[in-house]
């Protein structure tokens, strides 16, 4: 198991040596640390979890043109290659496939103790400081507006109304970040999403002060 992981590891550098900020190695790093985390107070199959979560970001999606289907492929390649045994590899490349906060407004067909963990991870690192630090470097990356009040959230959105949105950074605090506290999955991510939530309320709260010049 250790040498799997490190040549994954090793793998998903390379990979990932040219990605955007907030969905790069040091982000899958966060993610499987948090696995690890979680994974201390939960039963689940470890290897599954952690290649999952190492895996999970290979190919994104919102890189790729809206490929669905590119990161599962690239995952399951190495994997075999790696020589890892046909039941962990579909397993890993049914959580990269639908663990994602766009794949949970759509229907989804598999659910497993290992994809509550490894998407618990990941939703983790989506609030609290490092979550704002994303937002707004994707939001860069993407040259979409800071905040624009004319512009209102949208609640309650597609999953492909979400995929398509080039709302202003400020709303996808509403359209995902201060949704993700109720969304988690096991009890060591609840009490963690908790604190980071309530940064995310203070900075908002503050952001909105220095907005509109009140302090």
Same mark, same amino acid.
């Given at each position: /198991?250790?040498?799997?992981?490190?040549?994954?590891?090793?793998?998903?550098?390379?990979?990932?040596?040219?990605?955007?900020?907030?969905?790069?190695?040091?982000?899958?790093?966060?993610?499987?640390? *948090?696995? @690890?985390?979680?994974?201390?107070?939960?039963?689940?199959?470890?290897?599954?979890?952690? @290649?999952?979560?190492?895996?999970? +970001?290979?190919?994104?999606?919102?890189?790729?043109?809206?490929?669905?289907?590119?990161?599962? &492929?690239?995952?399951? $390649?190495?994997?075999?290659?790696?020589?890892?045994?046909?039941?962990?590899?579909?397993?890993? $490349?049914?959580?990269?496939? #639908?663990?994602?906060? =766009?794949?949970?407004?759509?229907?989804? +067909? %598999?659910?497993?103790?290992? /994809? !509550?963990?490894?998407?618990? &991870?990941?939703?983790?690192?989506?609030?609290?400081?490092?979550?704002?630090?994303?937002?707004?470097?994707?939001?860069?990356?993407? #040259?979409?507006?800071?905040? *624009?009040?004319?512009?209102?959230?949208? @609640? #309650?959105?597609? =999953?492909? &109304?979400?995929? *398509?949105?080039?709302?202003?950074?400020? #709303?996808?605090? %509403?359209?995902?970040?201060?949704?993700? =506290? !109720?969304? /988690? *999955?096991?009890?060591?991510?609840?009490?963690?999403?908790?604190?980071?939530?309530?940064? /995310?309320?203070?900075?908002?709260?503050?952001?909105?002060?220095?907005?509109?010049?009140?302090?």
């Amino acid at each position: /198991m250790e040498q799997i992981i490190k040549h994954t590891i090793a793998f998903v550098k390379q990979q990932l040596s040219d990605a955007e900020g907030g969905h790069d190695w040091f982000h899958i790093e966060r993610v499987w640390q *948090n696995t @690890l985390l979680i994974l201390e107070q939960e039963q689940a199959d470890r290897l599954i979890c952690e @290649l999952a979560a190492l895996l999970h +970001d290979v190919a994104d999606s919102k890189f790729h043109g809206g490929d669905e289907e590119l990161g599962p &492929a690239i995952a399951e $390649k190495f994997l075999r290659e790696q020589q890892v045994a046909k039941h962990i590899i579909n397993e890993v $490349k049914l959580i990269i496939k #639908n663990m994602s906060y =766009k794949a949970s407004l759509g229907k989804l +067909d %598999y659910h497993s103790k290992e /994809m !509550d963990i490894v998407q618990d &991870a990941d939703r983790l690192d989506a609030i609290g400081a490092i979550g704002i630090a994303r937002a707004f470097n994707y939001g860069g990356f993407k #040259n979409r507006a800071i905040h *624009n009040p004319d512009i209102k959230p949208e @609640l #309650n959105m597609s =999953k492909e &109304a979400y995929k *398509n949105t080039q709302a202003p950074t400020i #709303n996808h605090f %509403y359209e995902k970040l201060l949704l993700l =506290k !109720d969304k /988690m *999955n096991t009890g060591t991510a609840k009490a963690i999403a908790a604190q980071r939530h309530r940064f /995310m309320e203070d900075f908002l709260e503050q952001f909105y002060a220095e907005w509109e010049g009140k302090r």
